[in-house]
């Protein structure tokens, strides 16, 4: 079982594989490597084929996963603090934290959570910060309770309704994986040329 191939955990995991990815992703760094957006697309799609993995049960465990990861990352933010993101040894998560926390900054509690949900990376290290910086806790569970419910099954019933609609969809896995991680990245690259720009 490979846990950076959407299909590869979904074939040996079922629904309990988005469970456990969604819950890494947005509650553990360690999840910032996971691949989110094309797990929960292609989850959707094999609820369609001879996978027989359950759209109910994908509907249930995903939101699930990430409502609870993110809540235990906010969690894990408050009480490691400010070094939790400020590692020197880790450039890469520093640089994320910086990106998530000019989110709050500039839109606000609310709108910023729930963005992020749809940013990889940024969806990972914005619960913890969220702690680490003392967001109030009812504010941020409201907020990413409608971002998490939105994103994840937004994305499983996208997949699910183009899989009903093209024949032998799991032919085509791979282009289509290819083509939600380049989507998923758009806001990034948006982003670092904003970033440069200034």
Request: net charge positive; no cysteine; glycine share 10%.
């Amino acid at each position: 079982m490979n846990p950076l191939d959407p299909n590869s955990l979904l074939t040996h995991l079922g629904p309990w594989a988005v469970l456990l990815a969604m819950f890494a992703e947005t509650g553990l760094l360690i999840g910032i490597v996971l691949p989110g957006d094309s797990l929960l697309f292609t989850a959707g799609l094999l609820t369609t084929t001879g996978v027989h993995l359950s759209l109910t049960w994908t509907l249930i465990l995903a939101p699930l996963g990430a409502l609870a990861g993110a809540q235990v990352g906010y969690l894990i933010g408050r009480r490691a603090g400010p070094s939790l993101v400020e590692n020197p040894h880790r450039p890469r998560l520093a640089k994320t934290a910086e990106r998530a926390k000019h989110q709050l900054e500039s839109y606000g509690v609310g709108r910023a959570v729930v963005l992020a949900r749809f940013i990889p990376a940024v969806r990972t290290v914005m619960n913890p910060l969220a702690g680490a910086l003392r967001v109030d806790a009812k504010v941020f569970t409201q907020w990413q309770i409608i971002g998490g419910l939105v994103w994840t099954i937004g994305v499983v019933l996208a997949g699910h309704a183009l899989g009903s609609r093209i024949p032998n969809i799991d032919h085509y896995l791979l282009p289509i994986i290819a083509i939600i991680v380049v989507v998923s990245l758009i806001p990034v690259a948006i982003e670092v040329i904003k970033q440069r720009r200034r």
